[in-house]
């Protein structure tokens, strides 16, 4: 079945550093990924989302590229922030675009930044 | 901006006791979700719904059943509460099936 692998566990980075989070997927439909975020005692929020191969799609300093050669969606950021702390979650629309009715979560990488 | 609320935002329960979350949306959306979240396992979809007075079954529906009595209005609800429902649950919806989802702001259960 439809699927995503993405980097889990506790990420953490010193501010000002570059970071990527990992997401790969499994789908034999038309894929449609997103990237949720997620901040302490908050609920998920979109962060960005993409269906055009290689196209890259950016939010907040956030971007990712939709690489269907290679099935993956990874998150980048030139630079994080100490805001940039939350847990950041991949997800794939199952059954693909247009007929699909949920999406299938990653289970999630948590991002720490230090000063 | 979308607007989706639950109730309560906490919850104590007793095992074996009924525990009912509800969640309501302004959105004008069909979809709506039930999610719980652990450390460790990410977002798992319990319960959802694409139309009222219709529910259909997620990846872990075993232990909760679902209400959606009107478009706007979608219940979860815990027959007999367990020590391993201790979670804390959101409420979704979206416009459709593969749209973006609103998230409530989450209900935290813990069942003693």
């Known amino acids: 079945g439809d699927s995503v692998t993405q980097t889990e566990g506790l990420v953490t980075l010193t501010k000002g550093l570059p970071v990527m989070l990992n997401c790969t997927y499994q789908?034999?439909?038309?894929?449609?990924l997103f990237w949720y975020v997620q901040h302490l005692n908050e609920a998920p929020k979109l962060l960005l989302k993409?269906?055009?191969?290689?196209k890259r799609t950016e939010h907040q300093g956030f971007y990712a590229t939709l690489h269907k050669s290679s099935s993956s969606f990874h998150l980048q950021k030139s630079s994080v922030q100490l805001s940039d702390s939350a847990l950041y979650f991949c997800a794939l629309i199952e059954g693909g675009q247009g007929t699909g009715s949920k999406l299938s979560f990653g289970k999630g990488a948590k991002l720490t930044v230090s000063p | 901006e979308a607007a989706v609320t639950q109730s309560p935002r906490s919850k104590v329960a007793v095992t074996g006791g009924k525990v009912t979350l509800s969640c309501h949306q302004t959105?004008?959306?069909?979809?709506m979700y039930w999610y719980r979240q652990d450390t460790g396992h990410g977002l798992r979809l319990i319960h959802y719904?694409?139309?009222?007075?219709s529910t259909e079954k997620g990846d872990i529906p075993d232990g909760y059943k679902a209400s959606r009595p009107s478009q706007e209005n979608f219940s979860l609800i815990l027959e007999l509460a367990s020590l391993s429902q201790t979670a804390v649950y959101f409420c979704a919806s979206s416009d459709w099936g593969g749209g973006e989802q609103y998230f409530g702001p989450g209900t935290r259960l813990t069942v003693l």
């Open positions: 959105n004008n959306h069909d979809y």
């Open positions: 789908t034999t439909y038309s894929p449609f």
């Open positions: 719904s694409y139309v009222a007075d």
């Open positions: 993409s269906s055009t191969d290689n």
